[in-house]
Structure formats: structure tokens, C-alpha cells
């Protein structure tokens, strides 16, 4: 039975989304996958996109949407991505009217964003002492995403083993949120992870394993975006000097592993 005193709902049309960057804060691709919608403070929920979110509330209001991400891409680990501010708006909300909002994103002003790992000056990664593979600067616009250039890891059969080490020295402070950005492309399983530089002693800590994007033979990237929290690594060795990363992968998945890399961003307070 249709109960007279139930408030009506009105709707918050959530169609699309994008993130704005300035030059400093490197190319806006992103891995959004979902909105947090609060309204005057209080959770709505989680939402996909195209998302129809009904709204129990009248008159004006204030809606705050953040941009959420899978947390070292796991569908399991959705977390508020910290570095983006929440796309914020008022609405005189009215029963049964749909209201469309196009939220778009941008970093705090405050975030330190390192983006001297774009590939836009030259290649960063060296081959370690037992890598097999190859590591090139593809300076062709049409592959890179964003910019001229990316970088591309190659392993040909009969070799198994690649591994290249970043150059740079990254420093962390433990107990302080900060995340890798990365675009990548692969058509084989590859890891991501970081050399302990402590005390002079190096100790190998992989991060991640990042799956396929693509099945084919990888000259055609499949470009996906990861958020790689790297406040675990400080935790597991708060005392460290700094870090180094690497990439390495064995064949498995393809004859021909090939890995495309571009847009690596370190973002920390």
C-alpha cells in the first residue's frame, strides 16, 4: 500500500567524468572506477558510471563526489583516491527531478607530483645484470599515451628472463601516503617492484604483478592505468636510505613478452 508520508526521491545523474592536470602535474590519464557521492557530509554510496543515485533530500544541499580507484588495481581494495580534491556542488534538490552533474577532478594543490618518469626526456631504466631483454624509447605520438614517447621491454624467445632497473634514486618517508601512477600495456604477466637501499645492504621487494591487457603480440598497446600504493613498501622498511624500481617478467603468457610503459608519476605530500 502506497504510503502517503514515504519521501519521494529526486536523482543525481552521474554520466561521465574527467581529470584536469596543469603541465607540472603530467598527462590526465586515470583509472577512475567509481564515484563516492556525499550529500552535506553523509555517504550515498558507491556508484558506477552511467549511475542514476537517488537523493532523499529537499531543497539546497551540498553534493561532494570523490573519485575512487582500485587500490593496486584489486577490485577488492577500493579505496577514495587521497591525491584527487572531490568534485563539489549545490543542489536545489526537488521530489522526482533528475539532476545531471559531470564531476571533474583535479589533484590538490599541495600534492608533490614528480613526473620525471614520463619518458619525455629520455629512457630511465637500465637493464639489470641478468636481464635478456631489450628496453627501448618509442618516440612515436600514435603509441605513446600522451606526449611522443613511452617506453617499451621486449623478450625474445629463446631468452625467459628481463629485468630493467630504474636509474633514478626515489625517496620515501615512512608513515607518509604516496602512490606510483603508471599507464602500462603487456601481453604477458610482468612485476613491479622496489631494491631496499639500507645501510648499504639491497633488498628485493616485488610490488605487484600486473596481468595480461592484451593477447596479441603487444605492438599494439592495450594501454591501462594503476595506482600502486606505496605506503606498504615504507612500512615494511621504514628505515631505508631510498628506493629503486624495477619491472621484470618471465615468459609465460606470450613467446614474445612485451611490455609498454609510459606516464609513471610519483604523488606524495
Known sequence: MFNPDEQEPSF??????????????????????EMWVYVNGDVQGVF??????????????????????????LGTTRIRYPFYLSYDTIID??????YEVNPRFSYFANA???????????NFFQPSPTNLGDFELINNPAIA???SRC?????????????FIDDNVLVLEAGNTAFLEMDYSCNNTFALGVYVIESGDQDKTQVVYLTPTT?????????????IDLGMVTALSPNADYYKFFIECVSSESATPTVYLDNLKIVKW
Do not use: C
Not at 603541465?23 to 590519464?29: E, L, R, W
Not at 617506453?151 to 629485468?163: H, I, N, V
Open 48 to 73: 558506477d558510471v552511467p549511475s542514476n543515485v537517488p537523493i532523499l533530500r529537499e531543497g539546497k544541499n551540498t553534493v561532494s563526489i570523490f573519485a575512487g580507484i582500485k587500490n593496486n588495481g
Open 112 to 122: 608533490q607530483i614528480n613526473i620525471s618518469r614520463d619518458f619525455e626526456s629520455g
Open 145 to 147: 599515451i600522451g606526449g
Open 151 to 163: 617506453g617499451k621491454a621486449t623478450l625474445t624467445a629463446p631468452d625467459t628472463y628481463m629485468q
Open 12 to 33: 543525481l545523474k552521474i554520466n561521465s567524468f574527467d581529470l584536469s592536470t596543469s603541465v607540472a602535474q603530467g598527462t590526465p590519464t586515470h583509472g577512475i572506477s
Open 215 to 227: 593477447s596479441d603480440s603487444g605492438d599494439n598497446p592495450a594501454w591501462n592505468k594503476i595506482y
Open 93 to 98: 534538490f526537488q521530489p522526482l527531478q533528475t
